[in-house]
């Protein structure tokens, strides 16, 4: 395939599965959804998840975003390294997503710094927000899409601690994300938590937790221990969904972590709301898609 | 029954409603946020819209223009109302506002304003964006379209647009500060086992 051909093919392809992202919620979190329902008593409780899935209905139904604020786009791959077409990822992306701007239609959300205007189709300086990660000896493109909304980025931070701190700031920090801001950006809320050496790989690490599957854990058993007891804790705050009283403000609490340096412990907390638009999709050499974790959709 | 209110809105319309009451809204719903805001307390500009008359929506919809340059609301939804925090009170003082609808609380300024000038804070779902835009009979115009258009002042006639929340109400309770008030109150507590737990975690 020509390069042209081929960033046409990947962009085409990428403009209906962002589609797909914003109408739809994936399985894993539709399912989980469900569970926070179930465990919710209270009048205005019910009230609230009524709307979430008559919302969520009536979105299929409609062919429309779930939510009107579709956010700015990240995109964050795995891209193999014998991915022959790895030079016209970055711009299929752009255009993809100037044209699911216009077309789905996207919110336009986007202003670059200084100049503070609007641009319109939702690209932007460094926007789509691109993160690559090279698979060695693989010759797949993975995407993984996510509308990151304004309310649920504003509870995002990031901090370093020293080792005298212990485990026990990072537990502080998390509660403190979450019964503070976390409160306004639409619970049941799925909270990544990235540790690390500083401050921005322990942010970087937060988003990667987030986007993770439901149902999976670190791989480290006192990882995993703290992912379960940090959701339990933070479900006993009393918070529910919309932040209104509750039981259940967080579907889960997922850790990602690198090697740090001994004297600091670095924490970054990000949390994605209920409207969890996240979505997996594949690419092989020959540009042919497989999506993950929406049964029955095609293309 | 559902409780309804029609815009427009007097304080006695609204002064029995209590923090945690659900109602629905019918009639002009005007979309404004952060810009529209800042245009009228800061820069002085005059208000293209009568906001004595409607009700104001901190959020920002996604609007399709039809070929015959008529608009179309795809999706509507709040957005956090805390931003307005700063100037929430002093937009309802110069503007007669009865009614603000938006996502999560507010603050005690906004409180007191509500208080002192009658007026209520309500929240809509988040997220639910395409059953709030059902719930739009129509687009009516758009004023300070060069704001962009999450920003600009879009005017909406709204049937049955709910469920409202309550979350401050004329006699300045504010049912988001109470709320988290207890969340921070409980915080410590479920805290604690959890710090324990980790506490061996340094050690080799
Ligand atoms: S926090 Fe999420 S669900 Fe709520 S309004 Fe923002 S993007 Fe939509």
Redesign the interface.
């Known amino acids: 395939m020509q390069k042209e051909e081929a960033e046409k093919k990947l962009q085409e392809t990428m403009e209906k599965f962002m589609k797909l992202v914003s109408i739809r919620l994936p399985d894993d979190v539709l399912e989980k959804l469900k569970e926070c329902r179930d465990k919710e008593s209270s009048d205005?409780q019910k009230?609230?998840y009524d709307?979430?899935f008559?919302?969520l209905d009536?979105?299929i139904k409609?062919q429309?975003?779930?939510?009107?604020?579709?956010g700015l786009l990240h995109f964050y791959l795995k891209a193999g390294s014998e991915f022959p077409y790895l030079g016209v990822v970055e711009e299929a992306l752009r255009k993809a997503t100037r044209n699911a701007t216009r077309d789905i239609?996207?919110?336009?959300?986007t202003?670059n710094f200084f100049e503070e205007?609007?641009t319109?189709d939702n690209t932007g300086e460094r926007i789509p927000w691109i993160h690559w990660d090279i698979v060695p000896d693989d010759d797949h493109l993975e995407v993984c899409t996510y509308y990151a909304g304004?309310?649920c980025c504003?509870p995002g931070c990031a901090k370093v601690f020293t080792?005298f701190d212990?485990?026990?700031a990072?537990?502080?920090y998390v509660?403190?994300a979450v019964?503070g801001l976390g409160?306004?950006a639409?619970p049941p809320l799925i909270v990544g938590v990235g540790l690390g050496t500083n401050v921005e790989n322990a942010a970087v690490l937060s988003k990667i937790a987030y986007l993770r599957p439901l149902g999976t854990h670190h791989p480290n058993p006192?990882g995993a221990?703290?992912e379960r007891?940090?959701c339990d804790?933070?479900n006993?705050?009393?918070?529910g969904?919309?932040?209104?009283?509750g039981k259940v403000a967080a579907m889960e609490v997922h850790i990602e972590s690198s090697a740090r340096h001994t004297a600091t412990i670095a924490v970054g907390v990000n949390v994605a709301?209920?409207?969890h638009r996240r979505g997996f999709i594949t690419f092989d050499r020959d540009l042919k898609a497989t999506i993950r974790g929406y049964r029955g959709a095609e293309l | 029954m559902k409780k309804e209110l029609m815009t427009p809105l007097t304080a006695k319309d609204i002064e029995a409603l209590r923090i945690g009451d659900i109602v629905y809204l019918s009639g002009t719903l005007v979309t404004g946020r952060d810009d529209v805001l800042r245009r009228v307390l800061h820069e002085h500009m005059e208000c293209p819209v009568d906001f004595s008359k409607a009700a104001i929506f901190h959020g920002g919809p996604i609007i399709r223009t039809n070929v015959d340059g008529t608009f179309e609301c795809v999706a509507i939804g709040p957005t956090s109302s805390i931003r307005m925090e700063n100037d929430q009170a002093d937009f309802i003082k110069v503007t007669g506002l009865k009614i603000i609808i938006g996502k999560g609380g507010m603050g005690e300024k906004t409180a007191a304003g509500c208080k002192k000038y009658k007026c209520i804070h309500c929240v809509y779902p988040g997220g639910c964006a395409v059953k709030a835009a059902d719930m739009v009979e129509r687009v009516e115009g758009v004023e300070w379209p060069e704001l962009g258009m999450p920003e600009a002042l879009w005017i909406f006639r709204v049937r049955q647009f709910g469920p409202l929340i309550v979350s401050i109400d004329t006699q300045g309770n504010n049912l988001f500060t109470e709320n988290l008030a207890r969340y921070q109150s409980q915080k410590e507590k479920c805290e604690a086992p959890i710090i324990a737990s980790v506490k061996e975690y340094q050690k080799i």
């Open positions: 205005m009230v609230i709307s979430y008559e919302n009536v979105a409609e429309r975003p779930c939510c009107q604020d579709t239609p996207l919110r336009q959300n202003v205007r609007n319109k304004g309310g504003l080792p212990g485990y026990g990072i537990v502080k509660f403190d019964a409160v306004n639409c006192k221990k703290m007891d940090l804790g933070l006993r705050l009393g918070i969904a919309q932040g209104l009283p709301c209920y409207a």
